[in-house]
């Protein structure tokens, strides 16, 4: 089964950026996967950020972080970046990232549901 591992998280004051990594361990990839990464706040359910279709290099964004949070792949490497600019207070949280068969179906790939792999996550922190 595949395992991911988050890295890259911090200490930020709001305006700032951060990069995040999702590092795959080896695995026998299918080219219809989706990588996501999440997020969940103390006492908040965990949400979507961002997802990678990995067959077509499509992503997607929730709402609040469109244009600010940009999700990209390493082709050297099984490894995903989450790029989060103009970070705000309300985007301290942890982050987690996960793979998805592409043909779990029923869910929003943004929805953590048919998602494995997950790792123990990364600490971001935006400070005022």
């Known amino acids: 089964q595949v395992q991911l591992v988050e890295s890259g998280g911090g200490s930020v004051q709001a305006g700032g950026s951060l990069r995040l990594a999702c590092t795959a361990s080896?695995?026998?990839?299918?080219?219809?996967?989706?990588i996501g990464w999440f997020r969940q706040a103390p006492g908040k359910e965990r949400e979507g950020v961002a997802a990678?279709?990995?067959?077509?290099?499509?992503?997607y964004y929730a709402d609040p972080v469109k244009g600010r949070f940009t999700i990209s792949k390493d082709n050297a490497k099984n490894t995903w970046y989450l790029e989060m600019n103009s970070l705000k207070l309300e985007d301290t949280a942890m982050y987690y990232c996960?793979?998805?068969?592409?043909?779990?179906?029923?869910?929003?790939?943004?929805?953590?549901?048919?998602?494995?792999?997950w790792g123990q996550g990364t600490q971001v922190t935006v400070s005022s």
């Open positions: 080896e695995y026998s990839w299918s080219s219809h996967y989706y």
């Open positions: 996960a793979a998805r068969n592409a043909f779990y179906v029923g869910y929003s790939v943004l929805d953590h549901h048919g998602y494995n792999g």
């Open positions: 990678f279709y990995t067959a077509e290099g499509t992503t």
